[in-house]
């Protein structure tokens, strides 16, 4: 078993529901949650929107290989209501956003997928729910 770390954002409907949702999702179609942040409610990163999100992290154990696992999250992101995943940059509001943060020690640099999450550091609302995750003795 592989363990994975995924950041979860919405800031469209039901923020909340929405990651709550895709946690449940995740857990049936990826692998089981072993840990997970408090939700915390941000702003918008990388563009302008009057819709703040709420975000977490999770930890979950999954047998799926990175591809296979890139290729699930995106398929619950559309099922909850994503038309498209941000190209160049061009962040716009979501009903739910997952990105793989990191994946045991494995590095991949793939124009479509890179593991650690390239901006993950430079994201507040990333890195203190992660933080909260790996500094837990229960983690």
Known sequence: ?????LGLGSNLGDRQQQVLKAMEK??????RVVARSSL??????????????VNAVIK????LSPRELLS??????RAMGRKEKSLG???????IDI????????LVDEPDLK????????????????????NNDNY
């Open 72 to 77: 699930v999250t995106q398929q619950i992101e």
């Open 26 to 31: 995740i857990e049936q179609l990826v692998g």
């Open 115 to 134: 593991i650690p999450h390239p901006l993950m550091q430079e994201r507040d609302f990333v890195m203190r729910p992660l933080n909260e995750i790996m």
């Open 40 to 53: 915390y409610e941000t702003e918008p990163w990388g563009f302008l929107s009057t819709n703040r999100f």
């Open 1 to 5: 078993m592989h363990s994975v770390f």
């Open 99 to 106: 990105d793989i943060l990191l994946y045991d020690d494995l």
């Open 89 to 95: 940059h061009q962040y716009a509001d979501r009903p």
């Open 60 to 63: 979950v154990q999954t047998s």
